[in-house]
């Protein structure tokens, strides 16, 4: 990036305008704190749909731990321990409270702790999340920005990219990248999770082709997005008048175009990490990864509730806090709607 | 795509319009047809599939494919072909169900919002909020893991769920028509409510709902296959069971991988196709109509027409202070395959100092001109043949560097539009700021306290408090003056102003003209597009007049005005309201500036003139008409330049 120029006393252009500090941030803080109330909500919400989902299972946890041979005061029992006995509510608001002081409940399969399992599990789905945001924003915004400023075939190459990339499911590309580099060229491992702790190569080869697999798959929305906002501030009268001003097609495009474009690019970043979170599910379960995804999976054919809420509610947290980060990325980017 | 039966047309246009779709769209065509053959062959499965779908052949296990076996076999020896085909009924029909409560529930949903509004459009736009941050995965999973293996629950929830996504699109396209012109006036012609929606509302959602509906179905197909794939769907053969089959015998066979796929990515993609196909329809039907033909047009211009060549247009001083030297300048636009010329052999010069209009219409070359002169012609033109050269070098065909140094260097752009010229994100001095070191070594702080004196010079108020204020809070009027800073950033020798003052009110065209007024005074010379003769009578000396890509006229603005010597340039001038007289209608001119495509060979002016004569049809050349006075430099190009000149404007033979 170019240098920014900017009036010596103010460090950056991203900070406060004159203007806002006369007339107070409150607008700024009502609309970060309207964002984050949206955000409890959502969660709240989602948390106890799945709670009601729950409950109205035929046979209880209690009955799915003790299975059919219990007798009824085994069963009474462990209702009563796990406070299946109480009206719908009170569970709710026990589980919640336990929830926010990390005790998520019992495993109905493994008996383990629900919240210590989430830790553990929670960090290989963030760095699965991770490498695979890499992957999609090193080539969907450079392979949009380049046929953006191209135009002509390398513009429909992103055409028939996305086109076919939305179309092509991730477990499925999982499974071609697993059959030519792990059965075939035998270049990276094909499944399984070693701890950073343990060997870090290993770690690292183990993460490539879940990441780029994940990435893959979500990068072609990010590609035509960002072609298609790129394209569209290029044809703006600002920009041909800054070129006009003899100013460097770089700084035009890196400087000017590319903040401009940002608005839109982030929202389809927001979608893109929601796809990615879901992805997890696949692409943990075709590489055998220890992760958020792959457990819900078992949960879910388990039976497994106090896991699968647990893990529905990280996911929506995890969807919330993203989309908390954007809303203020936007508010950083344009100066507009910083009023 | 299907019109209400009230519309004018009748079932013929349809077919044909139908016809068309294929024609242009022959992939979309080649989609909605491979759709149906795998619909068809999935609904006749119990009869097309040569096996069971867990008819086992033990001997024939992971069979590569075989004349007993077209797709090979998977574990167990099962057919994959009739697999495939007896699955794809449990994955379809999946995908069936949930498109069905996708349409049920989002269509009625966002037309209740987009033309009730109120309350009912407040909880849509809630509801959309929160249903956009679960992921969708998770919540079939929570309703699997409540309900195992309830593969129509699970895809009546994940219809429910997207719902909101096409109730908001639905709403906007009913609010679209809601407020249009016609369904106001069905409203106060007292059509009832419903009436209005059947006729002139659904017709308008049909388009986005089919895009949202292709869309939609493809993640269906992704997310039933995904759950077959998890073993969380139907325990029996799916699409996603196949791929699941292939995953378990990745190192025995992979080819099983193949089909499943296949059969997945292709369905999908014609989905998008579809999508794709529909939306690029409607935006078509949006915005008038189908593309236009594809014809090869070109239009070069021929140096060798059999004419007299064109006399330069000289400069007012004398020759020695010449700063732009333009000649025989052709620029050209890429059009329906071609290339269409835009400004033809325009030649002439601008002294240093000196202020020279260029008038004309709209569609006349005026912009692409003054825009080439730069180097930056808009939207794919190009400089085809001819020079340009400023001081002592030649702009065309320098390479970009050199251009980028003139370009607010040398020479500053003053654009129309003066708030869509600045950057919305970057604050006022910065922009400016972003000139001064381009085009010089001051340190940043220095370029700031630069620009901030730049503000100052051009009259903007407390410069240094405006220097940190955004585009958006500036008026029209100091938002060019901004501009003019940035285009006298570095002290350029020429100042190229398209249309600076049309955008802005009439109090502030008057200071924004005597600010450029000022530049010139500082040794600027100027030169300015306009179609106002008000404005270029305040500040230029000398004015060309083009019409259709060429010169026609150019002289004193003066002598353009009291005696034209082109019928052009007469009807411009009895056209122009600030030179009207009181009392009389003002006068037009009759019809409109042909497109590039259509100009004629003759005076292009003819068919419009109201003295064209027959000797008119033949190229007419810029001379120096012979009864011009001497000392008078003035060109025109018309046969007849007596009939006009010394006579004034002929306003009573200007049709009204």
Known sequence: MTVEIAAPPVESETSAPAATTREGRGPLLSFLLLAAGRAVLCVLLVSLLTFVLASLVPGDSARSILGVNATPEQYAALRRELGLDQPLAQQYWDWLTGALHGDWGTSTVSGGSVGAELLVRGRVSLVLVVFAIVVAGVLGVGLGVVSAVRQGRLGRFVDVVSLIGAAVPSYWLGLVLAAVFAVYLRLLPATGYTPFGESPVEWFTGMILPGVTLGLTTMPLLAKQTRDSVSDELQKDYVHVLRARGLGERSVLLRHVLRNAASPILTVVGLMVVGLLSGTVLAETVFVLPGLGSWVVTATLAHDLPVVQAVAVCFTLGVVLVNLAIDAAYLALNPRARR | ?656
Request: net charge negative.
């Open chain 2, 1 to 656: 795509m299907t019109r209400p039966a009230s519309a004018p047309d009748g079932a013929g246009a349809e077919g044909r319009r139908r016809a068309g779709f294929v024609r242009r769209r022959p992939l979309a065509a080649v989609a909605v047809t491979y759709l149906a053959m795998v619909v068809a062959a999935t609904l006749a499965a119990p009869v097309l599939a040569p096996y069971g779908a867990d008819d086992q052949d033990l001997g024939a296990a992971f069979s590569p494919p075989t004349a007993e076996h077209w797709l090979g076999t998977g574990a167990l020896g099962r057919d994959v072909l009739s697999r495939l085909l007896l699955g794809g009924q449990v994955t379809l029909s999946g995908v069936a169900i949930s498109v069905v409560v996708f349409v049920l529930v989002g269509v009625p949903a966002g037309v209740a919002a987009g033309y009730l509004g109120s309350w009912f459009d407040w909880v849509l736009s809630r509801t959309w909020e929160v249903v956009v941050a679960v992921p969708a995965v998770i919540v079939l999973l929570v309703v699997l893991a409540v309900h195992p293996n309830d593969e129509t629950l699970a895809m009546i929830a994940l219809g429910l769920l997207a719902s909101p996504g096409l109730a908001r699109v639905v709403r906007s396209a009913t609010m679209d028509r809601r407020d249009a012109l016609y369904v106001r006036a069905a409203q106060s012609a007292g059509l009832s409510s419903l009436a209005i929606m059947r006729r002139h509302v659904v017709p308008g959602i049909i388009g986005p709902t089919i895009v949202q509906v292709s869309l939609f179905a493809s993640a269906a197909v992704m997310l039933e296959t995904a759950l077959g794939f998890l073993g969380l769907g139907v325990q029996r053969a799916t699409w996603g069971t196949l791929v699941a089959e292939a995953s378990a015998n990745l190192g025995q066979q992979p080819w099983l991988l193949v089909p499943s796929g296949f059969v997945i990515i292709s369905f999908v993609l014609s989905l998008g196709l579809i999508g794709d196909a529909a939306r690029d329809a409607w935006a078509a039907r949006m915005t008038g109509g189908s593309p236009l033909p594809r014809v090869p047009t070109r239009r070069h211009a021929d140096p060798a027409r059999g004419v007299v060549p064109d006399e330069p247009v000289l400069a007012g001083g004398d020759d020695s202070d010449v700063l732009l030297r333009v000649r025989d300048l052709t620029i050209a636009y890429p059009d329906r395959g071609g290339e269409v010329v835009v400004v033809d052999g325009v030649s002439f010069d601008v002294a240093a100092g000196e202020a020279v209009g260029l008038v004309g219409e709209s569609g006349c070359g005026k912009t692409a001109l003054a825009t080439a002169i730069m180097g930056l012609v808009r939207g794919g033109g190009r400089v085809v043949s001819g020079s340009i050269r400023f001081g002592d070098d030649e702009l065309v065909g320098a390479d970009e560097a050199t251009l980028r140094s003139f370009r607010g260097g040398r020479m500053g752009w003053i654009s129309q539009d003066p708030v869509s010229s600045l950057d919305p994100r970057f604050t006022i001095g910065s922009q400016v700021a972003e000139v001064v070191s381009t085009h010089s070594d001051l340190s940043r702080a220095d370029a700031w306290a630069h620009a901030v004196r730049l503000l100052g010079r051009v009259r903007l108020p407390n410069p240094a408090d405006l220097a940190r204020a955004y585009p958006h809070e500036l008026s029209g009027g100091m938002a060019q003056r901004v501009g003019i800073a940035c285009a006298i950033a570095a002290e350029p020798q020429l100042l190229i102003a398209d249309e600076p003052t049309t955008a802005l009110d009439v109090t502030v065209q008057a200071e924004i003209l005597d600010l450029l007024r000022e530049l010139q005074a500082d040794g600027m010379a100027v030169i300015l597009v306009t179609h106002d003769w008000g404005v270029l009578a305040e500040l230029c000396d000398r004015a060309l007049v083009m019409y259709a890509g060429q010169l026609v006229e150019a002289a004193a603005v003066d002598d353009l005005v009291a005696s034209p010597a082109h019928p052009y340039t007469a009807a411009l001038v009895a056209a122009n309201p600030s030179l009207a007289r009181r009392g009389l209608p003002l006068p037009t001119i009759a019809g409109t500036v042909p497109p590039p495509a259509e100009w004629p060979t003759g005076c292009r002016f003819a068919a419009r003139c109201p003295h064209a004569v027959d000797a008119c049809a033949v190229p007419v050349s810029l001379t120096v008409p012979d009864v011009e006075p001497p000392g008078r430099r003035r060109s025109t190009r018309c046969i007849l330049p007596e009939s006009f000149t010394g006579s004034g404007p002929r306003r009573e033979e200007v049709p009204a």
